[in-house]
Structure formats: structure tokens, C-alpha cells
């Protein structure tokens, strides 16, 4: 079984223990750099000449081993110490991105360059991802885990913040390889905070189990279900449409029409201001349909679309991408507080990769066909199919009775099996333990 967190420390954050405040700022300075990084990449891609169907292939490349590899990254991390599989997973992402930076300082880097060093990012996240959602996890008691994730989200979120405004600003004015290089850098230095995280002792593996075993078992916990599959088939659609907006469409347009990196760097900003300002919001508030409440926020992803597609000027775009940001942060927690009450915490970082994986799983096609579609669509047509689409997203998921009932429940173990009993009874009660 899983161990306990440590005793936390007395104080006004006496329920944030030693590895959440290292986990948390580690977080803090590896999203710093990894803010500006996609905007860096953009638009050394479009300055060396390249089109917007380059970006997409780049950004699919990043996306393909982060699909490919989530659920070996999952398995690893619910059976091994998982600082060491953030720390390992940090060191590669770092060597990756220096490489990167290299490239692009040192002269004009080919497409079949930018793709394989992108794809090494992309692999350094598959390793990273489950392993962190477990950290945190084990890191604070349940009756604690609405406000640690808040808190969390709100440290990582204020990342993006300063880090998209600086990458974008540097960007303009040093060039993308100083910004892929400062994020290089936040690898290394974020790799060096965790290596200070108590280890937390593995879940050990079942009698003459392996890792197969343990994968099937992680797929049960999933697949059984159905509010949690839902959303992640909602979700695969709806990332692919929204990513397809955020690394392709906005830089593209940001050079046509706008300002390019700086004023891009700067929307981006306004979306963490967005992200930061409802944390801090969703610290207190504490919604009794965990997951009703955060599919209204998803509402809001396809705002900043609907803003590119009609050509709105700067203020407007940073107001669509701070709505956009409200309503990510208003999902990720109730959907973080969902995850925790309802999932074992031994399987917790296997159908954590389950649910990435099927949420980015066509990621890399709608990245590699944002191009295409925009020279068939036009990037006007392209943007309001997106934005369509996450509505019609939106509406449909709230179609499925588990989700509007799902309910927040007093703090107690998770439950063992799938709630669709408790899920069934009628909407005035508390989803309970199966």
C-alpha cells in the first residue's frame, strides 16, 4: 500500500507537507520555461521561413511519443519512487531542449531537426506527467486535497504568466534559442529541487504480477468507469481543437495581423492571469458537482477561437484567452478533486497516463492537419471550425448521467470499484463508494 504523507509543518499552510511545497515550486520554475518554449519554437519556425503546416508537424512530433509512451510513463511511477522517475524524466527533457536551443542558436535548423528534438520533449513529459499527479497526491491528506490542488494549479499557472510574457518578449528580442536555452535551464534546476523530495515508498507488485498485469488492472480502474471515459473521449477531440489553436492558428495569426511574439507572448500572458486568478477563486469555493461545475468551464476553451477567427484586436484576444483560462482552471480542479476521491491511490498514476493518453491521443493529428486545413479552410474557417466544435463538445458530454451527478463526498479512502451505483440514484444524492 501506499505510504502516508510526512506530518506537515504548524503554520498557516500546516496542511502543505515538505514534498508539496518542493514539488510545487519545482513545478513554479520548470512552467517558467516551459511557457515560452512552444511560442519560441512557433516562431523560429515561421522566421527561418517555414510555414504554418511546419509548426503542426513539429508540435505533432512533440505530442506523438507523449501519446505513445503516457502509459509505460504511468506504470513506472506506481512502481517506482516517482521523484526519481520526475527527476530522470527533468535531466532528459533538459538535454533535449539544450539540443534544441544549440540548433537554433548555431543557424537555421532543418524540419527533420526541430521534429526529433521536439519528440524528446514530448517523451521527458510522457515519464513526467503520471509521476507528478501521483506526487501530489501522496503528498497531503484527503481532507486537504480541494485546496492543494488549487493552491498547485495556482503556482503553476503563475508561471505561465511571467513565462509567456518573457518568452515572448525575449523572443522578439534575443531570438527563440535564448528562450529554448532558459528553458533548458529550468529543466536542470527544477531536476535539482525534486532530487531534495522524501521518497515515498513504491507500491509494490503483485505476487508473479508484472508490468502487463499491472497495466490490465490500471485499464479496469478506467475503463469501469463511465464518467471518467466520457470526458477523456470528449477531451481527445477537444485538445486536438484547442491545441490546434494555441501552437498553430494564434502564432500564425499573431504574425500576420498582430504585433507577432510580443503581442502573442502577451495573450498567452492574459490566459495565466486567467488560469492564477480562479485558483485562487477555487481555493475556497468548492461546488458540490465536481464534475457539472468544471464541464461549464469547458465551455470557455473555445473562446479565444471564436476571437482569432474574427480578427479582434489585441485587448479583446487577451480577454477571450483570460476566459479561456478561467474556464481550464474551474475544470482541472474538480476534475483533480474527482480523480482523488474516486481512484485507488496505488493505481492512481496509471489511470492518470490512461486518461492523458486518451485525451491527447489525437493531439498529433489535429496539430499535423492544422496546416492542411488552413490552406483548404482558410485560417478564418479553420479557427471557427475549431470553435464550433468545442461547443458542440461541451453540450454533449453533459448528455451523460454520471457527470452531472458526480458529487463531491466528506474526505475518505477512494472508492474501490466504479460509483455507477451511487451514480444511478437519483441527482439529490452524494455520489458514494462503490
Request: net charge neutral.
Amino acid at each position: 500500500m501506499q505510504s502516508q504523507p510526512p506530518p506537515p509543518p504548524a503554520g498557516r499552510f500546516a496542511w502543505a507537507s515538505r514534498n508539496f511545497r518542493i514539488q510545487t515550486a519545482a513545478t513554479v520554475v520548470s512552467g517558467l520555461g516551459n511557457a515560452g518554449a512552444p511560442i519560441a519554437t512557433a516562431f523560429a519556425i515561421l522566421d527561418g521561413g517555414g510555414s504554418t503546416a511546419d509548426i503542426g508537424y513539429v508540435t505533432a512530433a512533440r505530442l506523438l511519443p507523449t501519446v505513445l509512451l503516457l502509459v509505460i510513463g504511468g506504470a513506472l511511477a506506481d512502481r517506482l519512487p516517482r521523484h526519481h522517475v520526475m527527476v530522470g524524466a527533468n535531466l532528459f527533457s533538459a538535454v533535449s531542449q539544450g539540443a534544441l536551443a544549440l540548433l537554433v542558436l548555431t543557424g537555421e535548423p532543418t524540419l527533420w531537426q526541430l521534429m526529433l528534438f521536439s519528440a524528446g520533449a514530448g517523451a521527458g513529459y510522457a515519464f513526467y506527467s503520471p509521476a507528478s499527479g501521483g506526487m501530489i497526491l501522496e503528498s497531503v491528506t484527503p481532507e486537504h486535497a480541494a485546496r492543494a490542488f488549487a493552491v498547485y494549479r495556482t503556482g503553476f499557472n503563475g508561471a505561465q504568466i511571467g513565462g509567456a510574457a518573457l518568452g515572448g518578449a525575449l523572443t522578439a528580442a534575443v531570438g527563440a534559442g535564448w528562450v529554448l536555452a532558459l528553458d533548458a535551464a529550468c529543466f536542470l534546476a527544477a531536476a535539482a529541487l525534486r532530487f531534495l523530495l522524501e521518497p515515498q515508498a513504491p507500491t509494490a507488485p503483485a505476487e508473479g504480477g508484472g508490468m502487463l498485469r499491472e497495466l490490465r488492472e490500471g485499464w479496469h480502474e478506467f475503463s469501469s468507469r463511465r464518467w471518467l471515459w466520457v470526458i477523456v473521449l470528449q477531451f481527445s477531440m477537444l485538445v486536438a481543437c484547442v491545441g490546434a489553436v494555441e501552437a498553430v492558428y494564434g502564432p500564425a495569426v499573431a504574425k500576420e495581423r498582430l504585433g507577432g511574439a510580443r503581442d502573442w507572448g502577451l495573450a498567452m500572458a492574459a490566459y495565466g492571469v486567467g488560469l492564477v486568478a480562479t485558483g485562487v477563486l477555487m481555493v475556497r469555493w468548492q461546488p458540490r458537482r465536481i464534475l457539472l461545475v468544471g464541464n461549464w468551464g469547458v465551455f470557455l476553451f473555445g473562446v479565444p477561437a471564436l476571437a482569432l477567427a474574427v480578427s479582434a484586436p489585441l485587448p479583446v484576444l487577451c480577454a477571450a484567452m483570460f476566459l479561456s483560462g478561467v474556464g481550464v482552471t474551474v475544470f482541472g480542479v474538480n476534475w483533480m478533486i474527482a480523480l482523488q476521491q474516486e481512484i485507488p491511490a496505488e493505481a492512481f498514476s496509471r489511470v492518470a497516463a490512461y486518461d492523458e493518453l486518451g485525451s491527447l491521443s489525437l493531439a498529433p493529428l489535429g496539430a499535423a492537419l492544422a496546416g492542411p486545413a488552413a490552406d483548404l479552410l482558410g485560417l478564418s474557417g479553420a479557427l471557427w471550425s475549431c470553435a464550433v466544435a468545442s461547443l458542440v463538445l461541451s453540450v454533449a458530454v453533459l448528455l451523460e448521467p454520471q457527470v452531472r451527478r458526480l458529487s463531491r463526498r466528506p474526505a475518505g479512502p477512494p472508492a474501490a470499484g466504479p460509483p455507477a451505483d451511487a451514480l444511478a440514484k437519483p441527482a439529490e444524492e452524494p455520489a458514494a463508494a462503490a
